[in-house]
């Protein structure tokens, strides 16, 4: 009776049947892992070219803009730029943000990148908030509805606002991004203003022949509209506050063009039935200060009404360089004057154009 052969001692053909299907199942995943390793290594230099090389060129101009929401997630950001043509790759983006942290801080705003930029440099745009950067000035003794043509005109902002109490807004130069909403931005003008005439009004000058901040204001707002210098603000101011002190009626122009205009620039002189006209804001006719300030008055303005120069001066005129000269006395005024009026009559000599000044039979503050 013959016996199986052992395992160990089966024929040489089978033993060599199963080394070569061995190595044929080595080769086969050596084979698979190595066509993984080098797609891997295929797609790892893709996404590096991706994120490092040059990005899409700009489909008009030289430079892509976009705007990221406030809130927007790390897909809507990825999505919106590629939407934009700004990045190729949508996952890439996502996947590098992600890598480098900068997921976690991305900011919302408006951006513009020069065409062909890089994903990377892209990526660190917004994760550091290089946003684009928009101002809006308004210039000191505008009136609160030439602000609003501003504010209205602008299309970086949206939406619409009422306009403001007359003096309301601190004339200032704001910095304002895209989509913001007008009535923010001008409450922002607002608040501003609060802040500033509280910080004033805390530090004021004792002795002040008003007791409101809102007069105060109303005061600011007529310094403003007679002299354009800044350090000539607080003389300027002594010479209304030593009128109210004393009784004395302002004697402004700048007032009786708001009564006029709403403070609109005439294009011409005041004539002298405006003078007598009557209206609520002719400080010709009434006594002491106009209901309602007549601009948005500047920091100086505010400043120079609230710490006026201590002076006896009562009068002012133009002295033909753009300021003013001051007198205490009506016949100091008068000869000042006399000089103005000279000044007026060279210039029309010489051709020049002249700028009109107050009527000679007129004790006014100002020109």
């Known amino acids: ?40 290594v295929v797609a790892v230099l893709g996404a590096a070219f991706v994120y490092n090389g040059p990005g899409p060129a700009a489909k008009d101009g ?16 990825a999505a919106s730029l590629q939407r934009g043509g700004v990045i190729r790759s949508s996952s890439v983006f996502m996947t590098a943000a992600k890598l480098t942290g900068a997921a976690r801080g991305l900011k919302a ?64 130069t704001y910095e304002v991004q895209r989509g913001e909403d007008r009535a923010a931005v001008l409450q922002r003008m607002m608040d501003d203003r609060d802040k ?3 910080q004033l009004w805390a530090h004021r000058q004792s002795g002040l022949p008003f007791n409101t901040k809102e007069e105060a204001v109303t005061l600011a707002s007529i310094v403003e509209k007679e002299t354009g210098k800044a350090n000539e603000r607080p003389h300027v101011a002594s010479v209304f506050i030593n009128r109210l002190r004393t009784g004395m009626r302002l004697g402004s122009d700048p007032t009786i063009i708001y009564g006029i205009s709403r403070g609109r ?36 303005a505010l400043a120079a009404v609230l710490n006026p120069d201590k002076t006896d001066d009562l009068y002012f005129v133009a002295d033909g360089t753009g300021g003013h000269v001051f007198a205490a006395t009506l ?10 009026r000279q000044i007026e009559r060279d210039r029309a000599g010489a051709g020049a154009p002249v700028v ?8 006014l503050a100002g020109g």
């Not at 086969?28 to 797609?39: D, I, M, P």
């Not at 400080?283 to 002491?288: E, H, R």
């Open 62 to 77: 030289d430079k892509t803009t976009v705007v990221l929401r406030k809130g927007a997630s790390l897909p809507e950001i």
């Open 196 to 198: 500033l005439l509280n």
């Open 1 to 40: 009776m013959s016996k199986k052969p052992s395992p160990s001692r089966r024929p040489r053909a089978a033993r060599r049947e199963t080394a070569s299907l061995g190595r044929r199942l080595f080769r086969a995943l050596f084979g698979a892992a190595l066509t993984l390793v080098v797609v891997g």
């Open 265 to 300: 620039p005439l294009g011409r002189g005041i004539r002298l039935s405006e003078l007598q006209r009557p209206t609520p804001y002719n400080t010709y006719l009434i006594s002491g200060l106009p209901p309602t300030p007549i601009a948005n008055p500047g920091r100086a």
């Open 356 to 363: 009109p000044a107050p009527p000679a039979a007129k004790p």
């Open 109 to 172: 705003g408006e951006y513009e990148f020069k065409s062909r930029a890089s994903m990377a440099a892209v990526l660190d745009a917004i994760r550091h908030g290089r946003i684009v950067r928009h101002w809006i000035t308004v210039p000191e003794g505008l009136t609160s509805d030439m602000v609003m043509d501003i504010l209205n005109k602008s299309d970086v902002l949206t939406g619409s606002a009422a306009t403001p109490p007359e003096g309301a807004i601190l004339p200032e």
């Open 331 to 340: 016949e100091q005024h008068n000869a000042n004057v006399a000089k103005w």
